[in-house]
């Protein structure tokens, strides 16, 4: 470690208010730092090489910021460190029961982040049936067995907004059934990210601890193996919110592993009246959306009641002066139509049996399905209770492979929901 040199930094800036520290010199600190992370498995196997510098250090022109910039910086890196230990990891080191080991290592000083773990099999399978179907063929197999992850920050002081995240957590995709033939299934460990980034926010806001906001996160960390449990297209499933799912891909496992978890949110929302709640769903999720927006851009979808409040403007917004830009896409009625039940044996197709780089509005697809298998669409514009939902697609940004996760959109979802609270 000590053979490893200092790195300095000058930020010729005179940051006046937050937006401007947003705009350069935090930038600049979490480029540097994302730069200087080592992969867990080096540092749990080579200590020589566990740490590429011993100290960044800035020189801010302005000092009254600098303990604000150096707060913020450090719970968002340490946030990021997170997402890319789950989400860049290999599918053993981070199997569904070891990342439930390593959050709760992750959290065990944290006072304010309370975590619950679902890991019985058949509990699994009785109150998340969708998320049980991907789970059928790993769960004979302990140590890939699927675990759901709830996550919850409660902030001092009145509570103004309480956000909602389900993080897609597929520790490894082979396709299942539709199996990732030709050579497509390397990478696919990083199926995981979506999830990872659920983790991660949760280590930034233990660590910055803003006031008057609620979060309540979930992860689905399930493994899609393939084998003579397997589920299989033709099958037909009622999901948490009564639906019958007919399935179209196995390949199209996330949007399975995350339906019952926005219906657990929604059923959450209503039952205890959460008043300004908002939704997100971020995952790995489609090949389509990287053909849309390049390998570089989040793709972020608003239901009715979310657009209404400009939630994915604003996140477009903040998203580019956070440098995580993302691209605005757009849920519409033909996307419902697609996902409809062709016969009458059930309500909705899962996916139709094409990859979603070969399908017209294939990243917009899985949202419709989503909102309409999980109950959402109950709770449009036109409903008592409207409740804002916000899809994000990160399959362009998570990052490159091989390579080091991004830890994508952390920083745009710190931006939106925990700058704000501050004070």
Not at 307 to 325: H, M, Q
Not at 336 to 362: H, I, M, V, W
């Amino acid at each position: 470690m000590s053979a490893c040199p200092p790195v300095y930094v000058w930020c010729n800036c005179v940051p006046t208010a937050l937006s401007t520290c947003l705009d350069c010199t935090l930038c600049f600190k979490l480029v540097f730092c994302s730069d200087h992370f080592q992969p867990i498995e080096v540092r749990e196997t080579n200590e020589k090489k566990a740490v590429k510098a011993t100290r960044i250090s800035f020189l801010v022109p302005d000092a009254t910021r600098v303990g604000t910039l150096e707060r913020l910086a450090t719970a968002l890196e340490a946030g990021r460190i997170v997402a890319r230990d789950i989400g860049g990891s290999d599918p053993e080191r981070m199997a569904a029961p070891r990342v439930v080991e390593y959050v709760k290592e992750t959290f065990s000083g944290s006072k304010n982040v309370k975590i619950e773990v679902i890991d019985d099999q058949s509990k699994l399978e009785k109150e998340y049936p969708l998320l049980g179907a991907v789970n059928r063929a790993a769960s004979v197999i302990p140590r890939h067995h699927a675990r759901v992850i709830f996550l919850e920050y409660v902030g001092e002081g009145e509570i103004t907004e309480t956000v909602f995240l389900v993080g897609k957590g597929i520790t490894y995709d082979t396709g299942g059934a539709d199996v990732k033939a030709g050579g497509h299934m390397a990478g696919m460990h990083r199926d995981k990210c979506g999830a990872a980034a659920v983790a991660g926010f949760f280590k930034t806001l233990s660590l910055v601890q803003p006031k008057g906001i609620r979060v309540v996160g979930s992860m689905s960390m399930v493994r899609n193996s393939i084998g003579e449990n397997c589920y299989v297209a033709d099958e037909i499933i009622t999901s948490r919110a009564g639906v019958r799912v007919r399935v179209g891909n196995t390949d199209a496992e996330g949007r399975m592993v995350m339906t019952d978890l926005i219906a657990y949110m929604k059923e959450k929302i209503v039952k205890e009246n959460v008043k300004n709640p908002q939704i997100y769903t971020i995952a790995t999720l489609t090949g389509h959306v990287c053909l849309a927006f390049g390998d570089a851009y989040s793709g972020v979808l608003d239901n009715g009641p979310a657009r209404k409040n400009g939630n994915s403007r604003l996140l477009f917004d903040l998203a580019a002066r956070i440098a995580e830009p993302v691209e605005l896409s757009t849920i519409r009625r033909e996307d419902f139509k697609l996902c409809s039940g062709p016969s009458e044996y059930e309500d909705l197709l899962q996916c139709n049996n094409a990859p979603s780089s070969q399908t017209a509005r294939g990243h917009q697809l899985p949202a419709a399905f989503m909102i309409a298998a999980s109950g959402l669409d109950k709770h449009g514009l036109d409903s008592a209770l409207p409740i804002p939902y916000t899809h994000i697609d990160i399959a362009g940004s998570a990052g490159p492979f091989p390579g080091v996760p991004r830890a994508t959109p952390i920083l745009m979802l710190a931006a939106r929901h925990i700058f704000p609270h501050l004070g």
